[in-house]
């Protein structure tokens, strides 16, 4: 029962959130339909389609991990590594300051 | 969204009100205890992975990118119903002294605004898992763009998030690296 009641909440609250981005998108007028692209635009994709086509640039069928593109995964496991490692870092030290403080205190 | 001390707080409180007769009070409730950390633990991890890899998209590839991210909003309304009792405690104590409550609180409720305008707006985009069920959704640039910032701004507080509970998850990790099937501890 309790979960239910907390479900509720936070599905209301999520749906505050979806409902306050609509608006943005609605007041930003960006819920139109998608503008037509520009003749730079089609010659960029003209461009690329040649260069599919001779190889230059590899397409792969999208049905599943591109186990060849690890460097991606890699990349985004650094980045969340070192930012958690920068937190951390910074937690020891807030900490043995705050226990040195102490001890001075003490003292 | 997860204070440590606190729910070393809620489990203690929990414990004790369905357990068999046979256990004792103190081993009941360690059993007890040991179930919802397991499942906050595992459901976090599933969380951090879930995103990690929702994040690399060249990695996965377009399909499992959405079907991923549509998963992640469903664990994401359980990781968040575990945890209300502390969203609603920490916003009353808001006004209170303390930093480092107040700094978590902010950094939760920034991650819960990106995580949710990023997971709506890449429903809205999508290319593969929509069309599948037969709906297509109205894309369109304002929901990309948002999609693309929402992302990274999450990349960014997921670890910060994860990070400022690393004692609670060293401490669990140890436990379970001490803990036997069949055993209470």
Known sequence: MKFLRHLTAVVLAVAVIVGLGMLWAHASGGTGPRQAPSPEMLLRLQHIKEQVKAGVIRVHSDNGFHLADTGNLIRTCEIEAALAAAVITASVVRRRRHRMRRTTARA | ?185
């Open chain 2, 1 to 185: 969204m997860r204070g440590a001390a606190t729910l070393r707080h809620d489990w203690l409180m929990n414990a004790g009100s369905t357990t068999p007769a046979a256990d004792s009070p103190v081993t009941a409730g360690r059993r007890r205890i040991l179930a919802r950390t397991r499942l906050d633990f595992w459901l976090d991890a599933l969380l951090l992975v879930a995103y990690t890899l929702a994040y690399s998209l060249g990695f996965t590839g377009i399909a499992t990118h959405e079907w991923l991210g549509i998963g992640l909003g469903v664990v994401l309304l359980v990781h968040l119903t575990l945890h209300w009792d502390w969203v609603i405690r920490t916003t009353r104590k808001l006004l209170r002294p303390g930093g480092r409550e107040r700094f978590v609180w902010l950094v939760n409720l920034l991650l819960l605004l990106s995580m949710t305008l990023c997971i709506a707006s890449g429903i809205l985009i999508s290319e593969v898992a929509l069309p599948q069920l037969g709906i297509t959704p109205p894309a369109s640039s304002f929901w990309r763009q948002m999609h693309g910032t929402t992302a990274t701004l999450t990349l960014i507080l997921v670890p910060i998030h994860a990070a400022l509970d690393w004692r609670w998850i060293v401490g669990v990790a140890r436990r379970f690296a001490a803990w036997r099937p069949g055993r209470s501890r």
